[in-house]
């Protein structure tokens, strides 16, 4: 029963992958970028974009790449890691300030992702029906922030190169 839960979280999540490709936002990591540390110089609006761009790629290949997950849960970690790794670089980039809105955006959506993905791993071991329920509601409001806010910084970073 345990491995068939584990299934079934690598399943969701990885359809999860799918359509944040779509969302055009493919970089991870578990801490904002603004921790203390001296932020990076800001890309240029041309490296920011290719930016974007390679960070969708990477998502893409990590959804065409995650078939193995849904039998093997030590290839699926491994996904997970991939896929939260991405989403930290792309957190810690310096937009250039034509794209500083819409990149705050992009960071809230592939944060709330990568709290999703989290609190997915948690829900993985766990036994108790009450801590399960509000797991499950807090990956849905979680889920719900990384769709929206990830919807919203394509918009804004689409209308913002035009």
Request: aromatic share 4%.
């Amino acid at each position: 029963m345990k491995e068939n839960m584990k299934k079934r979280l690598f399943a969701l999540l990885l359809g999860v992958v799918m359509v944040l490709s779509l969302a055009a936002c493919g970089s991870g990591g578990n801490q904002p970028a603004d921790q203390g540390e001296e932020s990076a110089p800001a890309l240029t609006e041309e490296e920011y974009l290719e930016a974007v761009q390679n960070l969708s790629t990477e998502m893409t290949e990590i959804q065409t790449n995650a078939s193995t997950a849904m039998s093997d849960p030590e290839a699926g970690q491994e996904v997970l890691d991939a896929m939260k790794s991405s989403m930290n670089d792309f957190i810690a980039i310096t937009p250039p300030e034509a794209y500083a809105d819409a990149h705050e955006k992009l960071q809230s959506g592939c944060q709330a992702l990568i709290d999703f993905i989290d609190t997915a791993v948690a829900m993985s071991g766990e036994t108790d029906q009450t801590k399960l329920a509000e797991l499950s509601t807090q990956m849905q409001e979680q889920m719900s922030t990384a769709l929206a806010d990830m919807a919203e910084g394509a918009a804004m970073l689409e209308s913002a190169s035009e």
